[in-house]
């Protein structure tokens, strides 16, 4: 009997030995990943002075990194169920060689430090065991190596509510990755032109309340507001086909401008950013120009951001004093 458990103790070593060295090796792979995961992170949740190009690489890559795939788990699959056949197996071939005789005081005796010594052993090497299984489960959760916690799912980094509670810089992130306005005039038959206005997002951010409003020579013309929640695709466009007419389009000449308000889930401004505008021929494009910080205080918009609907589409208050 003791010379079979010998042989199935080499056999369950041996095995043990290469899925332990293989599930460190992958699992030390993912960690070096999850590092560069958590930097380009930390970037991410503070651009100051990086474009919209580096914010949007540095969101692929983190999808690349935080994407563990099935590998990591088939190995932690193994590794646990090996761990465990491997305790059962040893702690037989433990209790068969010392004959079930474990002494818990202290004694000089050869045989009683012996048997001591072995079971001393075969709990460290549960404990180590433990140890790997619980490891390569923390890196198959994208454990963060760098902090406490976890790192955040794709989605989750997207989520203006979730970059607040990071204590992220909303405002930055907002201002490099500022939507485009365009609102163009179209020539129908007959010559009578219709208008489109266009918002574009670059990137698809969830639980977002924002605000446009234009201004020429400092007199508001119009307001529009909208909601961008469940996002799904990197990209957003919102059109709308109806509002502006004629008086309105006339008025977007070089001396117009647009303030962008963009609010949380719970309709507290985030972000505030200037645009300028460039006119050719029948298209006004509006840029972001800079990034206003007096987002305290009070903001006579907040009833009107707290009154939208879960409907993602435009809508608009003509403030124009037509005579």
């Keep these: 009997m003791k010379d079979k458990i010998e042989l199935a103790s080499w056999i369950f070593a041996g095995n043990i030995g290469l899925i332990s060295f293989l599930s460190l090796f992958v699992a030390f792979v993912y960690d070096n990943k999850h590092i560069e995961a958590s930097r380009v992170l930390r970037q991410y949740y503070k651009p100051y002075g990086l474009s919209y190009e580096v914010v949007k690489t540095s969101l692929n890559d983190y999808s690349t990194y935080v994407n563990k795939g099935i590998m990591l788990s088939i190995i932690h699959g193994l590794l646990t ?50 140890g790997i299984v619980i490891f390569v489960n923390l890196i198959r959760l994208n454990k963060n190596p760098v902090s406490k916690g976890f790192l955040p799912k794709l989605k989750q980094i997207y989520d203006i509510n979730f970059l607040v509670k990071q204590d992220a810089d909303v405002n930055e992130i907002i201002f490099v990755t500022a939507p485009r306005i365009d609102i163009y005039r179209n020539h129908e038959i007959g010559d009578t032109p219709s208008y489109e206005f266009n918002i574009i997002f670059p990137i698809g951010f969830e639980n977002m309340r924002f605000m446009v409003k234009l201004f020429n020579n400092e007199e508001l013309v119009f307001r529009g507001y909208g909601k961008l929640s469940r996002v799904t695709g990197d990209r957003v466009l919102l059109g ?38 460039s006119v050719d021929n029948n298209k006004v494009s509006y840029l972001v120009d800079k990034q206003l910080r007096n987002i305290q205080g009070r903001d006579i918009d907040e009833g009107i951001i707290k009154s939208i609907s879960e409907s993602d589409k435009l809508t608009f208050q003509n403030d124009l004093i037509t005579d």
């Design 81 to 130: 169920l090996t761990s465990i056949a491997s305790i059962t197996i040893w702690g037989v071939a433990v209790t068969a060689y010392t004959e079930n005789r474990l002494f818990l005081f202290f004694s000089l005796d050869k045989e009683i430090l012996m048997n001591q010594g072995i079971y001393l052993f075969w709990f460290i090497l549960c404990l180590l065991l433990l």
């Design 240 to 277: 709308d086909t109806d509002f502006i007419n004629d008086l309105i389009f006339n008025k977007l000449d070089i001396s117009s401008r647009i303030e962008l308000k963009v609010y949380d889930g719970d309709s507290k401004m985030r972000a505030k950013l200037s645009y300028t505008v």
